[in-house]
């Protein structure tokens, strides 16, 4: 098995490759958010077709998992890999150049489709090549670059973003296509997925993701974990300024939500090596619910930035663990598959996160209502993962 120890400029290689496109997959991820005003006031849209226009880029990340793990297992994680970074740079570009709210909705679905299948393939091609000892914190190392490139993208709000809107999606465009040779010419194929029979009919496909517990435990935690997440992304700004914050104030607690993501990503991946998963995982769910509640409670910005902070530490941290502990329980010819199902699934949670919240908002449930209300889903989460960690990995 290849593995860090015994070949580490061939992991290396593939873990800061891999960490360039979640930085950029980050990035991406948050312009829409950067350029909302402009692009609301370029094609005098109302919230409710900005709305659409969010919706629209989440929305193309489903089917995007779903298709780049099935692809993996079958022609390669790099292939799929370029595939998906050239889809979503290119359709990034074609965001600053729609003519119409019909076009531009095109043009986000299509680049959440490549955003989607990017993930899986990111996670399998990291996780092969550190092997089994080392898996956690090379996939933890490639996916701290997601909220720091969101990150990026808060600090550009902070600064007061006056360009023009497409700028952003330029921007987002054209960093995919630019490493797309570094990752034809440098990036190597998973060498378990060279030396495995690729996955061939569909019912035995369907016996090996579905017959074993492990995928709907997964499927749970992913579901209810990105559904904490999500509300966090969306609504906590608002949130925010319906306490009496500032706008900028709410854009710095975001920052350090984001920053907080980034640390704990890479924090918990280490102590996933370093400590029976039970642990962390205990770890990970009470640091959760303590940050829902600080950021209820807190009554002034120094708190509230706190409570971002570790919200984003343990929130998001505690995906990233999610992620690194997924290819533990597939082999090799599923495992692209496995992942992207239960990345898909956790993309309905981060869909159906931001509506519930905005329903109880809407029956005039405070920020604090909200908050409380994500609890149960953290709870379900962390059972289904401690069931899962009592199963043997295959």
Not at 83 to 107: E, I, K, N
Not at 285 to 305: H, K, N, Q, V
Request: glycine share 14%; charged share 10%; proline share 5%.
């Amino acid at each position: 098995m290849t593995s860090l120890a015994n070949n580490p400029p061939r992991a290396a290689i593939t873990i800061g490759l891999c960490f360039l496109v979640a930085l950029l997959e980050g990035l991406d991820l948050q312009a829409a958010g950067i350029a909302a005003p402009g692009m609301a006031s370029a094609f005098n849209l109302g919230k409710l077709q900005m709305g659409w226009v969010f919706s629209a880029g989440i929305l193309g990340l489903l089917p995007g998992a779903l298709v780049g793990g099935w692809l993996a297992d079958r022609v390669g994680r790099k292939r799929v890999l370029i595939a998906s970074v050239a889809l979503f740079g290119l359709f990034s570009l074609a965001t600053a150049h729609a003519w119409s709210l019909p076009s531009l909705l095109l043009a986000r679905l299509l680049t959440g489709v490549g955003l989607g299948a990017a993930l899986p393939n990111l996670i399998a091609l990291c996780s092969e090549a550190a092997g089994e000892r080392l898996r956690g914190s090379a996939v933890s190392l490639m996916y701290c670059g997601v909220p720091l490139g969101a990150a990026l993208a808060a600090g550009i709000g902070i600064a007061g973003y006056s360009g023009e809107w497409q700028r952003v999606f330029h921007v987002g465009g054209a960093g995919p296509l630019l490493i797309l040779p570094l990752l034809a010419f440098y990036l190597p194929e998973s060498r378990q997925f060279r030396a495995t029979q690729p996955a061939g009919d569909t019912p035995g496909l369907c016996r090996e993701l579905f017959g074993q517990g492990a995928t709907w435990l997964l499927w749970l935690s992913y579901f209810f974990t990105l559904m904490v997440v999500y509300i966090l992304i969306n609504w906590l700004p608002s949130l925010l300024v319906g306490q009496g914050f500032s706008s900028h104030d709410a854009s710095w607690v975001m920052f350090a939500l984001q920053i907080g993501a980034a640390i704990g990503t890479l924090a918990l991946g280490q102590l996933l090596e370093r400590l029976p998963a039970w642990a962390t995982a205990t770890l990970v769910y009470l640091g959760i619910l303590a940050a829902l509640g600080g950021l209820g409670l807190a009554s002034d910005l120094r708190g509230m930035l706190a409570a971002g902070f570790f919200a984003g530490f343990f929130a998001t941290g505690g995906q990233g663990v999610l992620y690194a502990l997924a290819p533990h329980f597939y082999p090799a010819r599923v495992r692209a598959t496995g992942v992207g199902a239960a990345v898909a699934v956790g993309r309905l949670g981060a869909m159906s996160g931001p509506l519930v919240a905005g329903q109880m908002l809407a029956l005039g449930a405070g920020s604090a209502g909200v908050l409380l209300a994500s609890a149960p889903g953290v709870v379900i989460a962390a059972l289904a993962l401690f069931r899962l960690i009592g199963r043997r990995p295959v």
